[in-house]
């Protein structure tokens, strides 16, 4: 089963929906892969604008 990338907030999910804004514009062309596992206390997280825990692509064409 392929992995797919949210357009909107980049969420990487193997579903046809995005499990955190619940889009269906899913990619499978992204590329970097950053695993949130503190949205509060992580400086990624807040560089990324990410505010829930999860794995996010770093790029989605
Ligand atoms: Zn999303």
Known sequence: MSEK???EC???SSGSV???CK???LSDDF???VIIFDS???A???AMKVNEKGR????VR
Do not use: D, F, H, K
């Not at 996010?56 to 790029?59: E, N, V």
């Open 10 to 12: 980049r969420m990487v």
């Open 31 to 33: 590329s970097g892969l």
């Open 18 to 20: 995005c499990p955190n």
């Open 23 to 25: 889009a269906t514009s």
């Open 44 to 46: 990624m997280a807040r």
């Open 40 to 42: 509060e206390g992580s």
């Open 5 to 7: 990338a949210c357009q």
């Open 56 to 59: 996010y692509a770093i790029r």
